[in-house]
């Protein structure tokens, strides 16, 4: 994404200032990313007991994810970023160029999906192209819901600057976050029983835990907290074969 801004051609010296503070504060989250996944990786390796899960389970469930994160983008789009534009009288390209710069859930939905062809031709194909699919689906599946909550289903109100300020749906948003934290807690214990260590999502639980108490900004990013904790439990769950979806 740093790439694609300073590709761009500036037209004065203001947009080419603002294009290297851009694809600066790019390259910066990438790194954050990067060692927050390494941190991931030394938390949670060689922890439960669980096997690792069979290569079509593995694929079934990464497509599936993948599929559901570009539904999410859609859908946003429809509802979000095209009823703005049409309020403004912009074209939605320039709203989307607006959102990826002021909220960064929106950002890693899209990038991560977008740098998943890379990613799965740097790994190769079969086992460690599944593991790249779910995990960008996954990431980008959170992220995208989140701005879906926050933009639609309860109505985010924003200052001048586009910060979050407030919500129309406050009731909406606690009633959200006591199942979400309710369900988080009964998932991880079911990834427990079927032979998982959950360090990951007990970290993201805890997390939920401390930004539900916050500012509405931090409420929301504890919702998305708790999304993430339930998701990956369940997932672990599934993957373990102990446990079967009902259909």
């Known amino acids: 994404m740093a790439d694609e801004v300073l590709s761009r051609k500036p037209t004065n010296e203001e947009e080419q200032r603002q294009s290297v503070f851009i694809a600066a504060l790019y390259h910066a989250l990438a790194n954050h ?38 539904a999410n983008l859609t859908y946003f789009d429809a509802v979000v970023i095209d009823e703005i534009a049409r309020g403004r009288g912009v074209h939605p390209d320039a709203v989307k160029q607006a959102f990826r710069t002021q909220d960064f859930d929106y950002t890693f939905a899209l990038a991560t999906l977008s740098v998943l062809p890379f990613l799965k031709d740097r790994v190769g194909g079969g086992e460690s192209a599944s ?22 289903s309860l109505g985010a109100q924003l200052d001048r600057s586009g910060a979050l300020v407030g919500v129309a749906r406050e009731r909406a948003l606690i009633r959200m976050l006591d199942f979400a934290e309710k369900r988080t807690r009964e998932l991880i214990a079911l990834a427990r029983k079927t032979g998982n260590d959950p360090v990951q999502p007990v970290v993201y639980f805890e997390d939920g835990k401390i930004e539900r108490e916050g500012p509405v900004s931090d409420k929301i990013s504890g919702l998305q907290s708790f999304w993430l904790a339930s998701l990956e439990a369940e997932l672990m769950a599934i993957f373990s074969g102990r446990f079967k979806l009902a259909r």
Do not use: H, I, M
């Open 131 to 152: 593991y790249a699919t779910l995990g960008a689906a996954l990431a980008s599946y959170q992220a995208s819901a989140g701005v879906v909550a926050k933009y639609y």
């Open 33 to 70: 990313v990067a060692q927050a996944a390494n941190d991931s990786l030394d938390a949670g390796l060689r922890a439960g007991t669980s096997p690792a899960p069979g290569l079509q389970r593995l694929e079934r469930f990464a497509e599936t994810l993948r599929r559901a994160a570009e």
